[in-house]
């Protein structure tokens, strides 16, 4: 089964750099992960399904472009000193900052064929 983990960064704009680290759940260089972001607002708590967590924002259709690109999963094998985890570049163009969230899922198996 796939694991996600949810943050949320305040005033972004413009292209930044996202280093999160994830020990013992991105497990090799050939992780597969999933990243997807998008505008938020303050919400009503809601709690998670499973009541793991709980969430108090909501996420909004805004007319902001928000997207994350050059996904790179990284582990300590090759970097030492480094935890398993992820890079990205997460990007807003809009001309104010903004609350922006980001959802991080990695799948449980690597690919199951690398075309070299």
């Known amino acids: 089964m796939s694991q996600s983990i949810r943050r949320v ?3 972004v704009n413009g292209r930044v750099r996202v280093n999160h680290n994830l020990p013992g759940i991105v497990k090799s260089p050939q992780a597969v992960v999933h990243i997807t ?3 938020i607002a303050a919400g009503p708590p809601s709690e998670v399904l499973g009541g ?3 969430q108090d924002f909501m996420y909004v259709l805004g007319d902001a472009d928000v997207w994350v690109s050059n ?6 094998q090759h970097f030492p000193g480094e935890e398993g985890g992820v ?3 997460l990007h807003v163009d809009w001309p104010d900052p903004l609350d922006v969230a980001f959802t991080i899922t990695v799948e449980d198996l690597p690919p199951i064929d690398i075309q070299n």
């Open 9 to 11: 960064l305040h005033g």
């Open 71 to 76: 996904v790179s999963p990284h582990f300590e």
């Open 87 to 89: 890079e990205f570049i």
């Open 52 to 54: 793991a967590a709980e």
């Open 37 to 39: 972001a998008g505008e």
